[in-house]
């Protein structure tokens, strides 16, 4: 083979990644402009029945919170949340590859945070490098448990969202009835998942052997369960404080059936949209009546989040830095 035909196949074998990527950088980009587009043109309608500019609208909904008494139930919640999501990634580890002190695992947590401004799961590959460098952990082990975590963390919100909307009646948007159906298929994937790894389903298949499932094979139902127990109080903790922060927005809500809503509109927060977007456009859609405080509410109630996160990990940068390069 020729140094040209040996070039041309390397530039062959490196461009799928890289137009995959790029595909999947211009349908966010669609989908982030669609949601701006769509907030706009609500927005502006909203402030047109006002008799108001657009500027002039949004400032009035801005003007009429306690942002005091919010910025303490965002704080608050944010430092929870920490505390929990350390837990439960201290678990996952102790239990599929090694015991592992929740104080170690502060710092990469705390660090990973900054990096999931951007993407969340880019978070998590972060901390498998920082644990292969530190504890001397196989990456491969670590990305297992970070799968392991992702996984459970989609079926932990459709249960905690099919339980809302059950518990919630009649008082969540009609799309909603979806939830469900999509629960049912949910259960009858994991049935299927769960006999999978455990060999009952396709005993000589050789996939559930890839290192990369590691975390899967050792798994045994009580793991997810205890996933699901460990995890709760932060969503339980999020309906309180979510709640409330909507009453200060001056937008009516239900404890109850904010506990259907919130799962729905973290899986839309997961979609990595600038400035949350995707998670912004739903607030809108979900309580159509008041749009000005619903994109106030999601804009300011989802980036304090992520940007306070990151803070707690730059208290814990240097830490992190010092852990892993001594």
């Not at 140094?3 to 349908?27: C, H, L, M, Y």
């Not at 490098?129 to 392991?148: C, D, K, Q, T």
């Not at 299927?192 to 009952?200: A, H, K, P, R, S």
Request: proline share 4%.
């Amino acid at each position: 083979m020729t140094d040209a035909e040996t070039s041309r196949t390397e530039q062959e074998d490196t461009g799928a990644p890289a137009r995959k990527s790029n595909v999947g950088r211009i349908i966010f980009l669609i989908i982030t402009a669609l949601c701006f587009a769509y907030l706009y043109y609500r927005l502006n309608g909203a402030a047109a029945r006002e008799g108001l500019s657009l500027i002039e609208y949004m400032t009035q909904v801005f003007a009429n919170v306690d942002w005091v008494t919010w910025a303490a139930l965002m704080v608050g919640y944010s430092l929870l949340y920490f505390l929990i999501d350390t837990l439960v990634v201290t678990r996952a580890l102790s239990w599929f590859i090694s015991p592992i002190k929740y104080t170690d695992i502060m710092p990469v947590r705390a660090s990973a945070y900054i990096i999931s401004i951007f993407n969340e799961q880019v978070g998590k590959g972060a901390m498998a490098v920082y644990l292969n460098r530190r504890h001397n952990v196989p990456a491969w082990e670590v990305g297992s448990v970070m799968i392991f975590i992702m996984f459970c963390e989609v079926f932990y919100l459709l249960a905690w969202a099919t339980l809302g909307y059950f518990l919630s009646g009649g008082a969540l948007p009609e799309v909603f009835g979806l939830i469900p159906y999509l629960a049912l298929a949910g259960l009858c994937f994991f049935t299927v998942w769960i006999l999978y790894f455990n060999g009952t389903i396709l005993p000589n298949n050789k996939l559930r052997e890839a290192r990369i499932l590691h975390a899967f094979r050792l798994a045994k139902l009580w793991h997810y369960g205890a996933f699901f127990v460990l995890r709760s109080p932060a969503i339980l903790a999020a309906v309180f404080v979510y709640t409330t922060a909507l009453i200060l927005f001056g937008v009516d809500a239900s404890y109850v059936a904010m506990l259907g809503v919130l799962p729905v509109v973290f899986f839309a927060a997961a979609v990595p949209t600038p400035m949350r977007a995707a998670a912004i456009t739903l607030w809108v859609v979900l309580f159509p009546e008041n749009e000005g405080q619903m994109a106030a509410f999601g804009f300011v109630q989802h980036n304090f989040f992520i940007l306070f996160n990151a803070a707690i990990g730059l208290l814990f940068w240097r830490r992190a830095q010092r852990d892993l390069f001594g």
